[in-house]
């Protein structure tokens, strides 16, 4: 009888979880803490531990390309902050912290259309991505785009509701559109 009890017992319940399931699960229990949390600066702070989870690309060289590529970000050096970013994107093509990054460079640059695409590639690999998604919020607003900008906000608040800054676009993209009699 023991025996027969061992053998309904799948082999991968006795193994450990692969390293991608435990982030995946980590990340899992983050956004459902965020999702849920009414308290805007204990939000913050779950928001920065998904941050600092997005931020593990588990390649040395990758995150000190992303370090590098960060820096040259703060000085306004776009073309070398956008060299580093494109080895990241070649090296880790599932990265979706690589991608964003990007497309924030991209933004930062006024090249709406390449920012764009590398959200769309951030979303594609992490829907609930909310900086990309607010990213993709800003993008659109800025091009007069904006049921398309007040549709990306609300994505936002799905995922995290405490967001303040979208929270404000939602209330001024609505009270606009209401103007213009959606």
């Known amino acids: 009888m023991g025996a027969s009890l061992l053998l309904a017992v799948p082999a991968a319940a006795t193994e450990p979880a692969p390293l991608d399931k435990v982030e995946t699960s980590r990340l899992d229990t983050l956004f459902l803490e965020l999702k849920r949390e009414r308290n805007e600066k204990a939000a913050e702070r779950i928001a920065q531990r998904i941050w600092d989870e997005w931020m593990k690309s588990g390649s040395a ?29 070649m090296l880790e093509p599932g990265y979706a912290e690589g991608w964003n ?9 006024n090249s709406y259309s390449k ?7 951030a ?11 607010s990213g993709m919020g800003a993008i659109l607003k800025a091009t ?19 967001m303040r800054n979208a929270q404000n676009e939602v209330v001024t993209l ?3 559109l209401a103007g213009e009699g959606i």
Do not use: C
């Not at 703060?74 to 070398?80: G, P, W």
């Not at 049921?147 to 995922?159: D, F, G, H």
């Open 115 to 121: 920012s764009m695409a590398d959200i769309e590639r």
């Open 174 to 176: 609505t009270e606009e």
């Open 144 to 162: 007069g785009r904006k049921k398309l900008a007040l549709r990306a906000y609300e994505r936002v608040l799905a995922v995290y509701p405490m």
């Open 123 to 133: 979303l594609n690999l992490e829907p609930r991505h909310f900086g990309a998604l």
């Open 101 to 109: 990054r990007r497309a924030t460079v991209h933004y930062m640059m």
């Open 61 to 89: 060289t990758v995150d000190l390309l992303l370090k590098w590529s960060s820096e040259a970000t703060r000085k306004q050096d776009f073309a070398v902050a956008l060299d580093f970013l494109d080895q990241i994107v």
